[in-house]
Structures are given as structure tokens and as C-alpha cells.
């Protein structure tokens, strides 16, 4: 299958696939195409032998800005809860063989929300990570809230999500979210290394170590993220939350009303 806003490899050798986002016009913010793409390629690494572990990446300059800000901008509650777009969401986390995540340039919202779903980050020096949903007007609603705040513990995940600042590859590192960092120049290749190194193993011993690790993090994640989902949905009623992504789109300064 050939696709548009994502580019996809696999290393038959050292099996494992690559899916690199391709939207460099947009930091590759992530469009219903770009994620209906995704779950596709998804789809196939999960039926396909060759492949034992995948590498998501972007580009130097981003992984991913976040969900595509345009297309949301004008969506209603009811869409936001009924167009799929969680559906394809709950198919990522549930992909069974393990994902590590190559970091560089800003990785932020649902961008960092699709990292977390990954199971190990590679950081390249300029990655700039961050949930910045709340300057437009609304809140993580991929896993964001659960996941910041299992990874780095309430008062951190707090204080990210209520101010929305970025925050650089050493910080992530020591909160845990990053595994590990290295030059622009070879991140995406450290990623690669590691994807062949864990493809070498035992594909369902890794399978169920994946499962078994996963649990560790996740009680009640599902139920958790449902939670987030609903209110994220419920903030597309408010003003605040048009006046947030306009804002964004006209390149001006938002004017927050409460209501
Ligand atoms: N959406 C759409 N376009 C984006 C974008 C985004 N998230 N981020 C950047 N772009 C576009 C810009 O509009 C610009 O397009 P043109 O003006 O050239 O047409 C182009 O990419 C380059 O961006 P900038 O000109 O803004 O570049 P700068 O270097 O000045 O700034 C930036 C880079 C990353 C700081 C800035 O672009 C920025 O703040 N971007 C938005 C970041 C953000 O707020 N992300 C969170 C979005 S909300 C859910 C699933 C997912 C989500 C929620 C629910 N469910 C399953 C329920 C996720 C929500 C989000 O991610």
C-alpha cells in the first residue's frame, strides 16, 4: 500500500519496520489521513513474520506538533467522540510487539500522547517535548493526562499540563519519559539499533514481556483514559475552546472568557 502523510520500511534482515510521519509542512500534526495511514501500516506489522519491532518516527525538525489544530478547530463534541478517531487511537495501544519512539524537534500534545504510547524513547538534543493543550483552550485527550502522570508522578505531570511548557530531551530524560538521547545526526539510527537488538529476541517471550510490563503501568489506564476522553470532548462546547484554536490559526494571542 502506498501512502501519503506517512513513509513506511522494513529491515527484512533485522526485522523491523520503520513508519516515519511525513508532513513536514505541518510538523507533522496528525491529521485523520495521517492516523488512518498509521493504523494501517500498524495493521500490517502486526500480521507480518518479518516484523518483530517497530521504529515510529518523524523528521529532524518534529516527530509530531500534535492532533492537526485546523481540522479540529471547527469539530463538534459529538464528532470528536463518534468520527473513529479513537477508535484508531485504542488500536495503537493495543499493538502487541514493542515500539521504540525516535524523538527529535517538538514532539508535543498528541504527538507526545502518541510517543508515550510507544514503549521506549530515543531523544535526539533537540527534542522538545510537552503537553501544551491547555494554551488552546483544551486538555490532553489521547492518554495524555494518565500516562504524563504514571511516567512522572502527579505534581510534574501537573504542573506540564497546566502551564504547557516545553520541556528539552535531559528533563524528559530524568522524568523517565526518555530512554535515552543522542546527536541529530544519529538518533534515529540508535533507535534502529535498538529495534534490531530487541527483533533478535524471542518474538513471544518480547510479545508477553510487552504485556506483562504494560500492566505494571496500567491499572485502570483504559478506564482512566475513557475519563480524559469524555472531558476533552465536553470542552469542545466551550468558547474558550474555538477562541483557543482560532487563535492558533490567525497567529494571535487567545482571550480566555471562562464559559
Ligand atoms: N496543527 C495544525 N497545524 C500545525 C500544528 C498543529 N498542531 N502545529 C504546527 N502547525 C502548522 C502551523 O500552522 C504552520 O502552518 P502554516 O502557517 O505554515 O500554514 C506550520 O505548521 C509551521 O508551524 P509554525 O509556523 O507555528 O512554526 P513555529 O516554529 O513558529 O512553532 C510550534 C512551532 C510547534 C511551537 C507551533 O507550531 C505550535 O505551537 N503548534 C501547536 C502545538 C500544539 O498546541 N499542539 C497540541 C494540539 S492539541 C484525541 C487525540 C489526540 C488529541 C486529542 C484527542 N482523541 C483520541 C480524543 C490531541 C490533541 C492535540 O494535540
Not at 19 to 47: C, G, H
Not at 107 to 134: N, R, Y
Not at 224 to 248: H, I, N, Y
Request: hydrophobic content about 45%.
Amino acid at each position: 500500500m502506498t501512502y501519503q502523510h506517512i513513509i513506511v520500511s522494513k529491515e527484512t534482515e533485522r526485522k523491523f519496520a520503520v513508519a516515519q510521519l511525513n508532513r513536514p509542512q505541518a510538523l507533522n500534526a496528525l491529521n485523520f489521513e495521517l492516523m488512518t495511514e498509521l493504523v494501517s501500516a500498524f495493521r500490517d506489522f502486526a500480521k507480518d513474520p518479518v516484523v518483530n519491532a517497530v521504529v515510529l518516527a518523524g523528521n529532524e525538525k518534529a516527530f509530531a506538533a500534535g492532533a492537526d489544530i485546523k481540522e479540529m478547530a471547527t469539530a463538534t463534541s459529538v464528532e470528536m467522540l463518534t468520527k473513529g478517531y479513537l477508535e484508531m487511537w485504542d488500536e495503537l495501544h493495543a499493538f502487541k510487539k514493542p515500539i521504540v519512539v525516535a524523538v527529535s524537534g517538538y514532539c508535543l500534545g498528541g504527538g507526545l500522547e502518541l510517543a508515550m504510547i510507544g514503549d521506549i524513547i530515543i531523544a535526539s538534543e533537540t527534542a522538545k517535548f510537552g503537553q501544551p493543550e491547555i494554551n488552546i483552550g483544551v486538555i490532553p485527550g489521547a492518554g495524555g493526562t494518565q500516562r504524563l502522570a504514571r511516567l512522572a508522578g502527579k505534581m510534574k505531570a501537573m504542573e506540564l499540563i497546566l502551564t504547557g511548557r516545553q520541556f528539552g530531551a535531559e528533563e524528559a530524560l530524568q522524568m523517565g519519559l526518555a530512554n535515552k538521547i543522542f546527536p541529530v545526526d544519529s538518533y534515529l539510527d540508535e533507535a534502529k539499533k535498538l529495534a534490531a537488538e530487541i527483533a533478535s529476541k524471542p518474538p513471544m517471550a518480547v510479545r508477553l514481556a510487552k504485556e506483562a510490563v504494560l500492566r505494571a503501568a496500567s491499572t485502570n489506564l483504559q478506564n482512566d483514559v475513557e475519563f480524559e476522553r469524555r472531558l476533552f470532548a465536553l470542552l469542545f462546547a466551550t468558547e474558550d475552546m474555538r477562541e483557543g484554536m482560532q487563535a492558533f490559526i490567525e497567529k494571535r494571542k487567545p482571550v480566555w472568557k471562562g464559559r
